[in-house]
């Protein structure tokens, strides 16, 4: 009787880590809806920077190595890190405790599954980058993904901001063409 039990037991366990492979392995169709979350800050072409660097060409590249990205901390400029997945999955995992003092304000994905997901995705982006509209279903660009950003240095007149006016809990834009965008309240933000 004892012998089964422990034969079950192993069983048990071998079944177990059979699973745990599985769900390591990552699915980039559901790493590309993970992705979302990074698109904020970070594109996938390469040297278009926002607020973090570009993720174009991030395989085995050294971590705080962009050249054209002037913000990195010293702590992550500084780290003998190259980007593969087991480094990229513990630094997703929790990038204040991988690199400590980086700037990184993002607190890290916890579910392994998502991390697992994200890596496969970025793993299937061409070494190039990809265009805008590299998400499916949605096209990338500005800080909400709405359309890409605009250049500010050749804007028309309807986009250019001359005034903001603010009374009580709405505001108005006018632009230098005198159109003025209408009165919104502040309590839908």
């Known amino acids: ?15 177990l880590a059979l699973d745990a492979g599985a769900r390591a392995e990552g699915d980039p169709a559901r790493g590309a809806q993970v992705y979302r979350a990074c698109a904020a800050c970070h594109s996938l072409q390469p ?6 660097p570009s993720l174009g060409g991030l395989w085995h590249r050294k971590a705080g190595s962009v050249g054209s990205f002037r913000r990195y901390s010293p702590a992550l400029k500084g780290a003998d890190i190259v980007w593969d997945e087991h480094t990229l999955d513990a630094w997703l995992a929790d990038p204040a405790h991988f690199i400590p003092g980086n700037r990184m304000t993002f607190p890290g994905i916890k579910e392994q599954q998502a991390r697992s997901d994200l890596i496969a995705y970025l793993k299937s982006v061409p070494t190039s980058g990809v265009g805008e509209a590299g998400l499916p279903g ?3 660009g500005g800080m909400m993904g709405a359309r890409p950003a605009p250049n500010l240095k050749k804007l028309d007149p309807e986009d250019r901001v001359e005034a903001i006016m603010h009374c009580g809990d709405t505001y ?12 919104a309240s502040r309590s839908r933000w």
Do not use: W
């Open 1 to 15: 009787m004892r012998r089964i039990m422990t034969r079950l037991v192993i069983f048990a366990f071998a079944l």
């Open 47 to 52: 040297d278009r920077n926002m607020t973090g």
């Open 172 to 183: 108005r834009v006018r632009t230098a063409a005198r159109s003025a965008v209408p009165s």
């Open 138 to 140: 949605q096209q990338m």
